[in-house]
């Protein structure tokens, strides 16, 4: 079984920086592209920046040059270093992942139990 598993969120004052990581684990799997979405109260989830395999990037015009995406393939991480953080950063931020189990072939779209970030002084 292959999962990803978060960390990094938590309280930071308007202005402040803040970085998340997720790490995919598990056993005989290969993961393609990665990415942050968040979900604000009451709002629907939303792409923040993806990454590909080659390390390619994409990101939410809201977050375009405060936030960097990064990963390591080789340990099967992805990073979001978040800066200059607003009040309306503030959600929960779920790690995302797409892949494939190699020993069945099963395609796999993983999705962490989220990390509540709060922007708030």
């Known amino acids: 079984q292959v999962q990803l598993v978060e960390s990094g969120g938590g309280l930071v004052q308007p202005g402040g920086s803040l970085r998340l990581s997720c790490v995919a684990s598990?056993?005989?799997?290969?993961?393609?592209?990665m990415g942050w979405y968040r979900q604000a109260p009451g709002k629907q989830r939303e792409l923040v920046a993806t990454?590909?395999?080659?390390?390619?990037?994409n990101y939410a015009d809201s977050v375009k040059g405060r936030f960097t995406i990064s990963r390591d393939n080789a340990k099967n991480t992805v990073s979001l270093q978040m800066s200059s953080l607003k009040p309306e950063d503030t959600a929960v931020y779920y790690c995302?992942?797409?892949?494939?189990?190699?020993?069945?072939?099963?395609?796999?779209?993983?999705w962490g139990q989220g990390t509540l970030v709060t922007v708030s002084s």
């Open positions: 995302n992942a797409d892949g494939r189990q190699l020993t069945t072939f099963k395609y796999l779209d993983l």
């Open positions: 990454i590909s395999k080659g390390g390619s990037t």
């Open positions: 598990g056993s005989a799997f290969s993961i393609n592209a």
